[in-house]
């Protein structure tokens, strides 16, 4: 006939069984890794957050001036094209215009 015990009281019993130094040098090793598990999370987020937010900062105006070129040049060819006429902006070269029917 099978006895039931929880979990929680298997775990009872075995404490039971190991000397006091061995339970509390075992609580006390537990309780450093989760203060250093806990530490080195609050590390991380914090030093991730620096990282990016700097980053963030940097290179923002990099890309920001990167845009700006390409919507400058983007104009200019849309400007040559309306001005020279749709085969100019296709050539972009000091070409002769080739007659038509040739």
């Known amino acids: 006939m099978p006895i039931d015990e929880t979990l929680a009281e ?38 991730s957050w620096v990282f990016f937010s700097s980053a963030a900062i940097l290179f923002a105006p990099l890309i920001f001036e990167i845009e700006r070129t390409q919507m400058e040049e983007m104009h200019k060819q849309q400007q040559r094209q309306i001005l020279l006429g749709p085969n100019a902006a296709v050539s972009g070269s000091m070409m002769p215009p080739q007659a038509a029917g040739m």
Do not use: H
């Not at 000397?19 to 987020?45: D, E, M, N």
């Open 10 to 47: 298997r775990l009872i019993g075995l404490t039971e069984m190991l000397p006091a130094p061995v339970r509390t040098a075992s609580g006390k090793v537990i309780q450093g890794s989760v203060a250093g598990v806990k530490g080195a999370y609050g590390l991380l987020c914090s030093s």
